[in-house]
């Protein structure tokens, strides 16, 4: 909308106490009026108010009021438009805020897909190791169950073999003791050939006889078609051990290793039997096959067993 066009005062409006004379002399008057007010005035709008509204009237503008109004609008809109823009900045401040956190978000979000994406690689590789882990453990795995039932054929070839061997052994003992008093007895996988103790030894003496020396050399010569471990073990019976031997044998125990032990040097000289294969124990009394209360039964418990035992076996 256009502003009104300042209309000059009418004639005998100007106050009667003013002395007549030229609008500038008035103006003057009006600006040094103002003026001092303004000094006096404590608040300098209210000063400058009056400046304008009294300048407008001496001048004869005749506006002052409209003019004052639209000062005081447009300071009313600058207000506002300074509202405005604050709350428009703080909307931007949030608004800027809100975009660095989407971007940290996005970021963040960036670094989890590529994690993901690295994870997923290092997944499809740990795949790719297992199926060959699994190709390599199906092959071994197979073999593995081949060597097995390669030994378990070999076991099965060896007990055969065993068998065979343990039953010509038992055969060849047989044959060379055929006419000897011994007796050859199998407990599992074990062959026993016991001999009395009167064949091999004279009474409470660890010396071989003669015919203990042609028995054992049979054995050994039975032996040495075999591998199997040979144990000799020393009996006697309970009674104690004379009086003039005691010097030797303290006890049953002392003669019936040191039979035990003849046994197995004797063997071992034939050089049909190693000593590797060979060992001796004695028990003395303490196994009895028979009672010793009777002539017969002690007869029996004076024994020397010799022991094959399978090389699978030790």
Avoid: C
Avoid at 6 to 23: F, N, T
Avoid at 187 to 203: G, R, Y
């Amino acid at each position: 909308m256009a502003e009104p066009t300042p209309q000059p005062l009418p004639e005998g409006s100007l106050p009667s106490s003013l002395p007549g004379g030229s609008g500038n002399s008035l103006a003057k008057a009006a600006a040094t009026g103002a003026a001092k007010t303004a000094v006096s005035s404590a608040a300098s709008v209210v000063a400058w108010k009056t400046v304008a509204l009294a300048t407008a009237a001496v001048l004869g503008l005749g506006g002052g009021g409209y003019y004052y109004s639209r000062d005081h609008q447009a300071r009313g809109q600058l207000t506002e438009a300074g509202q405005r823009i604050g709350m428009l900045e703080s909307k931007v401040k949030v608004s800027e805020e809100a975009a660095e956190a989407a971007r940290a978000q996005t970021d963040q979000m960036k670094g989890d897909l590529d994690k993901l994406k690295r994870d997923s690689l290092d997944l499809e590789k740990s795949r790719a190791e297992l199926a060959k882990l699994k190709d390599l453990s199906a092959s071994e795995k197979k073999i593995l169950e081949q060597k097995i039932s390669e030994q378990q054929l070999a076991m099965e070839r060896m007990k055969a073999s065993s068998s065979q061997a343990d039953a010509k052994l038992e055969e060849n003992l047989k044959k060379e003791l055929a006419d000897k008093d011994v007796i050859i007895s199998r407990l599992k996988d074990q062959l026993k050939v016991t001999v009395a103790s009167e064949i091999l030894f004279p009474s409470g003496s660890a010396e071989l006889s003669p015919e203990g020396v042609d028995v054992l050399q049979k054995v050994a010569k039975a032996a040495n078609k075999s591998q199997d471990e040979v144990r000799v073990e020393g009996h006697t019976d309970t009674d104690p051990i004379a009086p003039l031997l005691a010097q030797y044998y303290p006890s049953n125990w002392e003669l019936s290793t040191a039979r035990a032990a003849v046994v197995v040097r004797t063997l071992e000289r034939t050089g049909m039997v190693p000593a590797s294969r060979l060992a001796a124990v004695g028990y003395g009394e303490s196994r009895p096959i028979a009672p010793n209360d009777e002539p017969q039964g002690k007869a029996k418990n004076r024994r020397v067993e010799i022991v094959f035992t399978p090389e699978k076996s030790r």
